[in-house]
T-cell receptor, first 111, second 114 residues
Framework: SQQGEEDPQALSIQEGENATMNCSYK?????LQWYRQNSGRGLVHLIL?????REKHSGRLRVTLDTSKKSSSLLITASRAADTASYFC???????????FGTGTKLQVIP | GAGVSQSPSNKVTEKGKDVELRCDPI?????LYWYRQSLGQGLEFLIY????????KSGLPSDRFSAERTGGSVSTLTIQRTQQEDSAVYLC????????????FGPGTRLTVT
C-alpha cells in the first residue's frame, strides 16, 4: 500500500490564487519530499523537509510538516498557469530506506 | 553533469514478447529505483537498489519482472512474456543516498503492449 496519500486528488483554481495540497503518511519518517510531474513523464524535485523541521520555504512554495499528525502540506502562492501539474509527496518510511510516493494531486491553474 | 537517462523512450511490443528497459543513473548515485506509472495514476514502486546490498524487490508485480544493476551503475528492467496490462510508463530514478537526498528522474520509457 502507498506510504503517502495526497488530498485532494484534483484541484482547479484561478491564476493568482493559492493552492494547498495535503499529504498523510503511515509510519515514522526521516524526511518528506514533494515532487512535481508534468506531462506524465519524469518527476522534478521541489523541496525536502526533515522530520525535525516544521516549515520550509522555497520561492512561492511553503511546506509544513506535522509529525504528530503524520501529515504535510504544500502551499503554492500566487499560482500561475505553468504550475499546472501533478504533485506527489514522497517519504522514506524511516531508517533511510527506500522512498515511496503518494497517489498525487492533479492541480489545474486556469489562466 | 548528465542526468538520468533511459532507453528506449518508447517501446511497442506484441503480447508475449520479452522487453528490456535500460536506465543510466547519475554517476556516483548509490540508490536506484524503478517505478511504473499507468495513465493518470500515481507511481507504483517496483524495485530498489542500494549500493552492494541485495535489492528490494517487494514491488515487482509478478515473476515475469526482473531487474539487474551491473557494477553498481546501469540497470536493466526485464519484462518477460509481456501482457497488455504491462503497458505503462516505466520511470527510473537515482539518488546520492536513499531518503536523505532527492531523487533524480529519467524521462521514462513508455511501453505499449499490443
Amino acid at each position: 500500500s502507498q506510504q503517502g496519500e495526497e488530498d485532494p486528488q484534483a484541484l482547479s483554481i484561478q491564476e493568482g490564487e493559492n493552492a494547498t495540497m495535503n499529504c498523510s503518511y503511515k509510519t515514522s519518517i526521516n524526511n518528506l519530499q514533494w515532487y512535481r510531474q508534468n506531462s506524465g513523464r519524469g518527476l522534478v524535485h521541489l523541496i525536502l523537509i526533515r522530520s525535525n523541521e516544521r516549515e520550509k520555504h522555497s520561492g512561492r512554495l511553503r511546506v509544513t510538516l506535522d509529525t504528530s499528525k503524520k501529515s504535510s502540506s504544500l502551499l503554492i502562492t500566487a499560482s500561475r498557469a505553468a504550475d499546472t501539474a501533478s504533485y506527489f509527496c514522497a517519504t522514506d518510511a524511516g531508517g533511510y530506506q527506500k522512498v515511496t510516493f503518494g497517489t498525487g494531486t492533479k492541480l489545474q491553474v486556469i489562466p | 553533469g548528465a542526468g538520468v537517462s533511459q532507453s528506449p523512450s518508447n517501446k511497442v511490443t506484441e503480447k508475449g514478447k520479452d522487453v528490456e528497459l535500460r536506465c543510466d543513473p547519475i554517476s556516483g548515485h548509490t540508490a536506484l529505483y524503478w517505478y511504473r506509472q499507468s495513465l493518470g495514476q500515481g507511481l507504483e514502486f517496483l524495485i530498489y537498489f542500494q549500493g552492494n546490498s541485495a535489492p528490494d524487490k517487494s514491488g515487482l508485480p509478478s515473476d515475469r519482472f526482473s531487474a539487474e544493476r551491473t557494477g553498481g551503475s546501469v540497470s536493466t528492467l526485464t519484462i518477460q512474456r509481456t501482457q497488455q496490462e504491462d503497458s505503462a510508463v516505466y520511470l527510473c530514478a537515482s539518488s546520492y543516498h536513499p531518503g536523505r537526498y532527492e531523487q533524480y528522474f529519467g524521462p521514462g520509457t513508455r511501453l505499449t503492449v499490443t
